[in-house]
């Protein structure tokens, strides 16, 4: 089954620092991967996605993820940390061989942004 | 805005009682998945309709059930509820079941936050 690990559940930086959310799939065949972003008390937001058309995928808020076959890893990145970047943030695998059209979400990784 | 509506946004329930959360879909979408979060759990799939059809099951107790109606709206059922219960519930849509290309992303309603005490 597929299935993706976000390392560390929660990730504390300085605002103004690099934010670097680190996500894992298993699949045999790259699936398609997502970012997603849930603020306190509201739903799930997408950040990006990646669907093979390019390895460094560009979303909103000036995140960023690349994919990397070799390393099995979609890891979110984003060079200056605001205090507004605060929230919860889910990695999702979805498809590729062996796998389910059924979204399937990590555990989640808190973002905390000191100022 | 997503374009995925659920209600009610909020339910405080007691034990025992049966519930009913409506779920909208954003329009043409003909996927609709229900999903559970909790702290300890994470965000866990309970089902998948398809253009009225069940497609999928996930971790969905016996006590819950779901239905998608004609006009695509879907209703999550939950009844003999236990305090292990309360948690956040997710609906969120898609095109298709097999999306392929672009559009391959579900979207997320707001959640209902259901409370049994």
């Known amino acids: 089954a597929q299935s993706v690990t976000q390392l560390g559940s929660h990730v504390s930086v300085s605002e103004g620092a690099l934010v670097l959310l680190r996500c894992n799939y298993s699949?045999?065949?790259?699936?398609?991967l997502f970012w997603y972003v849930q603020y306190p008390n509201q739903g799930l937001q997408l950040l990006l996605k990646y669907t093979s058309a390019a390895t460094l995928v560009k979303g909103i808020n000036g995140f960023e993820a690349e994919f990397k076959k070799s390393e099995t890893s979609f890891h979110l990145t984003k060079p200056s940390a605001h205090m507004s970047d605060a929230a919860e943030y889910f990695c999702?695998?979805?498809?590729?061989?062996?796998?389910?059209?059924?979204?399937?979400f990590g555990r989640g990784t808190s973002l905390i942004v000191h100022p | 805005d997503s374009g995925v509506t659920q209600t009610p946004k909020h339910l405080i329930t007691a034990t025992g009682q049966r519930v009913t959360l409506r779920c909208s879909p954003r329009?043409?979408?003909?996927?609709v998945y229900w999903y559970q979060q909790s702290l300890d759990q994470g965000l866990q799939f309970l089902i998948q309709y398809y253009n009225g059809e069940e497609r999928a099951k996930g971790n969905i107790l016996e006590r819950f059930s779901a239905q998608q109606f004609p006009d695509l709206h879907s209703e999550l059922n939950l009844s003999s509820l236990e305090l292990g219960d309360s948690a956040l519930y997710f609906c969120?849509?898609?095109?298709?079941?097999?999306?392929?290309?672009?559009?391959?992303?579900?979207?997320f309603g707001q959640g209902t936050r259901l409370t049994v005490v």
């Open positions: 969120a849509s898609s095109a298709n079941t097999r999306d392929t290309g672009e559009n391959t992303e579900a979207f």
């Open positions: 329009s043409g979408d003909l996927s």
């Open positions: 999702a695998v979805r498809g590729g061989r062996g796998g389910s059209y059924i979204p399937t």
């Open positions: 699949s045999s065949v790259p699936p398609y």
